[in-house]
Every structure is written in structure tokens, then in C-alpha cells.
């Protein structure tokens, strides 16, 4: 059973391009979340996704940022007219139900960088 | 709302020597509590967990943690460091509820250096 899938682990963008980062979760895992990294801290949530529904999304930026889980394929982070804040590594992990005694297990992250 | 408070950002310590981590929470509810650790480049992996069985909580490489209600901490511990044990430990707390999943909160986080 492969663990949580990240592509892909580097990602360059000029300022003002778009950023697609792709999570595939644990075989049999219905639940994803996306956290950033930024230099030197801790990571922060951004969204919580159950197959095809937005749960959660009280940690993502207003603008520019989407997420989506599809029935079918990965889950994607969308990032339009990505700025140099945006650098960061971004993190999915996922759990097979919802619970706070669930574990999730975590990817091993997109670095993001904006030049 | 939850927090959670890494008391040291930087910890240096000899190999053979234990480590302490410090970890205080603030929760309104019972929480779930995990330690995770992160080595450059890498994912983060867990090392254990809380979820109000036992107190003191046995983890993987031979860390262990021991969760004090009365004093809102989740110190992590092991009694002779590794060279291997240099790493980012995180510690984390888990939201309530169904609605919110499995959303977890991190402390800054605790690098750790050990010394030859």
C-alpha cells in the first residue's frame, strides 16, 4: 500500500504563473487536507476535502488559491498568480475516516518556489 | 479554538544524552495529541500519539511522551539521543468534532541537533 503521493516534490514558478499541486492519497482514504510550511514555522491548515465536497477551508487564502477532490484522480491545489509569499512547502496527508483519534498520514510535500 | 506552544524552538544535545522536548496545549475540549517528526527534506512521520487512554504514551524509536492535564503539557522524551534523532519535532493537537476531521494544529516546531 503506497503512502500518500505528493507530485511533484519541486515546483519553480515565475511570479504571476499558475501552480498545480497534486495529491494522491493512501489506498482506501477518503479524507485529504493540505497544509503549508512557510520558512522556519510550523504547518498551517489550509482545507479539508471529502470526495467531491469542500469541508473545511477556513485556512486558505481568499484569492488565488482553490482546492478540489474529484471521484475520480488526485486532489489538487490550485495556485493562480502565484507571488513570491507563496514560496512554501505544501503538504497533503490523509485518514481513512474523520475523528480526531484518526491518524493522518502525510505526504512528503511540494516546495514551492517563486522567482 | 486550540493552540499549540513549542517552548523552544532550538534544542542541542550529545549523543547519549537525553532529550527533552517541551509542549503545552490549550484546548476546550479533551484533545488528541501527537508528536510528529520531519527530517530535512522529508514528510513528517509519526511518533505518537494521546488519545486519553494511558498517560504516558509509547512511541516508535524510543521516544515516549506523558500527557499532564493539570499542567496542559505533552512533553516529549528519550533517555540517550541518537545521531539520527536530529530532526524537526512537531508537536500537534487535533480539533473536535466529526465536522472537523482529522485538522490538526502544529507548534512551531523543536529542531533538534545532536552533538557527536
Known amino acids: 500500500n503506497a503512502g500518500v503521493m505528493q507530485n511533484p516534490r519541486h515546483l519553480v514558478r515565475r511570479r504571476g504563473q499558475e501552480a498545480r499541486l497534486r495529491c494522491s492519497p493512501m489506498?482506501?482514504?477518503?479524507?485529504v487536507y493540505w497544509y503549508r510550511q512557510l520558512p522556519e514555522e510550523g504547518l498551517k491548515f489550509m482545507v479539508y476535502?471529502?470526495?467531491?465536497?469542500?469541508?473545511?477551508e477556513s485556512g486558505m487564502p481568499k484569492e488565488r488559491f482553490s482546492a478540489e477532490f474529484p471521484k475520480e484522480g488526485p486532489s489538487i491545489l490550485r495556485i493562480q498568480q502565484v507571488v513570491r509569499g507563496d514560496s512554501a512547502a505544501y503538504f497533503c496527508?490523509?485518514?481513512?475516516?474523520?475523528?480526531?483519534?484518526?491518524?493522518?498520514?502525510f505526504g512528503q510535500g511540494t516546495r514551492l518556489t517563486v522567482v | 479554538a486550540q493552540s499549540v506552544t513549542q517552548l523552544d524552538s532550538h534544542v542541542s544535545v550529545s549523543e547519549g544524552t537525553p532529550v527533552l522536548l517541551r509542549c503545552n496545549y490549550s484546548?476546550?475540549?479533551?484533545?488528541?495529541l501527537f508528536w510528529y517528526v520531519q527530517h530535512p527534506n522529508k514528510g513528517l512521520q509519526l511518533l505518537l500519539k494521546?488519545?486519553?487512554?494511558?498517560?504516558l504514551v509509547k512511541g516508535i524509536n524510543g521516544f515516549e511522551a506523558e500527557f499532564k492535564k493539570s499542567e496542559t503539557s505533552f512533553h516529549l522524551t528519550k533517555p540517550s539521543a541518537h545521531m539520527s534523532d536530529a530532526a524537526e519535532y512537531f508537536c500537534?493537537?487535533?480539533?473536535?468534532?466529526?465536522?472537523?476531521?482529522?485538522?490538526?494544529?502544529f507548534g512551531g516546531g523543536t529542531r533538534v541537533l545532536v552533538k557527536p
Open positions: 496527508a490523509s485518514s481513512v475516516m474523520a475523528g480526531q483519534n484518526t491518524e493522518a498520514f
Open positions: 489506498k482506501g482514504h477518503s479524507h
Open positions: 476535502l471529502q470526495k467531491e465536497n469542500i469541508i473545511d
Open positions: 484546548s476546550s475540549y479533551s484533545p488528541s
Open positions: 494521546y488519545t486519553s487512554a494511558a498517560t
Open positions: 500537534v493537537v487535533s480539533d473536535q468534532g466529526k465536522a472537523a476531521g482529522n485538522k490538526l494544529t
